[in-house]
């Protein structure tokens, strides 16, 4: 491959590695203010830690998808945890996946409403029917659209970085008090050990289809330095507003609102993004692992997951998936000690 074609494709797997990982929390500034801005300046060295272990054990994941030519989360988890183990664990996954679905489905749809004053229908019909035409066009669709809607999220976390840095400076910074009882570095391991175990979803087929593994290194390393920088600025520009943050569910509305009024619809358009690229990650792998189950074209499980999930964002499902998350998180450390400790397969 050549040196500048390899650069451009590593950048999109970053993009999309970004794309699968960050979602409505990270945009709202909740999961950041909960696992970082909490710890005060202690944060920081938590982000440096998740920084290097989404660069090194992403890209191990996908390396193993890779070399195990995977079309699915299925065969990572059989090889991770054993055929039986494996069994149950991409039932759980699966589970998961829908349970996040119908919660960004939703999501949208509360966007639409709240924010815009449209309607909730409207605005899950139209992202949904969006997300199908993108994943119509497999992991191709997925890296395009990831490679345009995460540069915008990038821009944004950028200038709330700058925003905070022209308000309070770096003394105000250091001046912030930790809140949380915790350990930094508990907090770090379980935010990249839950986000990993989800974004297997995408980077385990990706992988999979790439195949060419310097490519799959730099994307790797690219997509876990990005997530690293725009942790680092949100968080920033989170713990100049302390302790007024906490207890609100949209933290970054404060940071936003010294930006006027026009930056409030580009936040908007990027909360939308985030959820949006978190969508059609969930259902393309969700799919991919149904397809190997189910006698259905990848398609039509698609449409399905998509309809059942509309019924299930109006039902409340989401809320179900609040009781499962944590489990799922004791999971995801299951599957980062397995990552690190398991030999990549032989080809």
Not at 184 to 210: C, D, H, K, R
Not at 253 to 263: C, R
Not at 277 to 300: C, D, K, S
Request: hydrophobic letters at 55%; proline letters at 2%.
């Amino acid at each position: 491959m050549v040196l500048h074609e390899r650069w451009v494709t590593a950048a999109r797997v970053g993009f999309t590695y970004i794309g699968t990982v960050v979602g409505a929390g990270f945009a709202s500034g909740q999961e950041i203010m909960q696992f970082f801005t909490a710890y005060g300046i202690d944060g920081i060295w938590g982000i440096l830690a998740v920084t290097a272990l989404f660069s090194w054990l992403g890209t191990r994941m996908m390396l193993m998808g890779a070399r195990l030519k995977a079309h699915s989360y299925e065969e990572f988890n059989n090889y991770l945890f054993g055929e039986r183990w494996g069994r149950w664990m991409n039932l759980f996954v699966g589970v998961v996946l829908f349970g996040v679905t119908t919660a960004m489905m939703s999501g949208t749809g509360s966007l639409f409403q709240e924010q815009l004053g449209w309607s909730f229908h409207l605005g899950v019909i139209v992202t949904s029917t969006l997300a199908f035409l993108i994943i119509l066009r497999g992991m191709e669709g997925i890296l395009s659209i990831n490679s345009l809607v995460v540069p915008l999220m990038f821009l944004f976390t950028m200038m709330v970085g700058i925003q905070g840095l022209k308000t309070s400076g770096m003394a105000g910074f250091l001046s912030v008090e930790a809140t949380a009882q915790g350990h930094w570095l508990i907090s770090a391991v379980t935010y990249v050990a839950f986000n990993l175990a989800m974004s297997q979803a995408v980077l385990v087929p990706l992988g999979g289809e790439m195949q060419d593994e310097k490519t799959l290194r730099l994307g790797g390393l690219l997509g876990g330095v990005g997530l690293g920088v725009m942790l680092l600025s949100s968080n920033f520009a989170l713990a100049l507003k302390t302790p007024d943050i906490y207890g609100m569910e949209i933290p970054i509305a404060l940071v936003i609102a010294a930006l006027g009024e026009g930056m409030k619809y580009f936040f908007l358009a990027v909360m939308w993004g985030e959820i949006f690229t978190t969508l059609i990650g969930n259902v393309y792998g969700l799919a991919a692992n149904l397809e190997q189950v189910f006698p259905f074209r990848i398609n039509t499980l698609m449409g399905m997951i998509f309809v059942v999930g509309y019924i299930c964002s109006l039902i409340g499902f989401p809320v179900l998936v609040g009781y499962i998350y944590p489990v799922f998180g004791y999971c995801g450390i299951i599957v980062l000690l397995l990552l690190v400790l398991r030999k990549y397969p032989r080809y």
